[in-house]
């Protein structure tokens, strides 16, 4: 058990919705980070939080958008989805910015989208 | 930019056989380099790292990576492979800057045959 929390564990959904997912660091990290894993993408960073505020971005659509409370949980919102967004989304989190690379990381939440 | 190629998305070994799996970096700066694992239906967890100090890194499970600077390289190995091994392995680098993004490979899928 990494001590990171994620949920919904599984969502079925339909194209055009919106979904959020939900993660709780480890107590005491600072930083959340958000991957897409995908048959044909791989593991894509998404975005990641430190303390509140965004501190890098990657590979994430303008559909998508997350943010990090003040309480340090995370949510990750996905909008007009379209099929190919059906995958497996991790959030990681870290004591400090990701200095040392060391993610402790979710189990994710496998999103399908139909 | 910073990049890894794993080479291999299948790897196949016998219990008891030596366990290589083929990582290269491409940095311009000197690199962070990890490896995690990926157990069936569950998070990525760290397997070890290499940050600049010994060349030769031990992590969990009996592995072992070495930092090869003349060959850009970070490959993973283990002497005896245990059926336990089989799962995903993802090597990653991260960039010393202000991101801090951790770019992960494409992954390995280590089989061990009884």
């Known amino acids: 058990d990494s001590g990171v929390t994620q949920t919904p564990k599984h969502l079925i959904t339909a194209t055009g919705q919106r979904v959020t997912l939900r993660c709780s660091p480890r107590?005491?990290?600072?930083?959340v980070y958000w991957y897409q894993q995908s048959l044909d993408q791989g593991l894509q960073f998404l975005i990641q939080y430190y303390n509140g505020e965004e501190r890098a971005k990657g590979n994430i659509l303008e559909r998508f958008s997350a943010q990090q409370f003040p309480d340090l949980h995370s949510e990750l919102n996905l909008s007009s989805l379209e099929l190919g967004d059906s995958a497996l989304y991790f959030c990681?989190?870290?004591?400090?910015?990701?200095?040392?690379?060391?993610?402790?990381f979710g189990e994710g939440s496998r999103l399908t989208v139909l | 930019a910073q990049s890894v190629t794993q080479l291999g998305s299948h790897v196949s070994v016998s219990e008891g056989a030596l366990v290589l799996l083929r990582c290269n970096y491409s940095s311009s700066v000197p690199p962070y380099l990890f490896w995690y694992v990926q157990y069936p239906n569950q998070g990525l967890q760290l397997l070890l790292k290499?940050?600049?100090?010994?060349?030769l890194v031990k992590g969990i499970n009996g592995f072992e990576a070495e930092f090869k600077k003349s060959e850009t390289s970070f490959h993973l190995t283990k002497p005896s492979a245990h059926m336990s091994d089989a799962a995903e392995y993802f090597c990653a680098v991260t960039r010393m800057d202000s991101s801090y993004k951790l770019i992960f490979g494409s992954g390995t899928r280590l089989l061990v045959r009884p």
């Open positions: 107590s005491g990290d600072l930083s």
């Open positions: 990681a989190s870290s004591v400090g910015a990701g200095e040392n690379g060391e993610l402790f």
């Open positions: 290499y940050t600049s100090a010994a060349t």
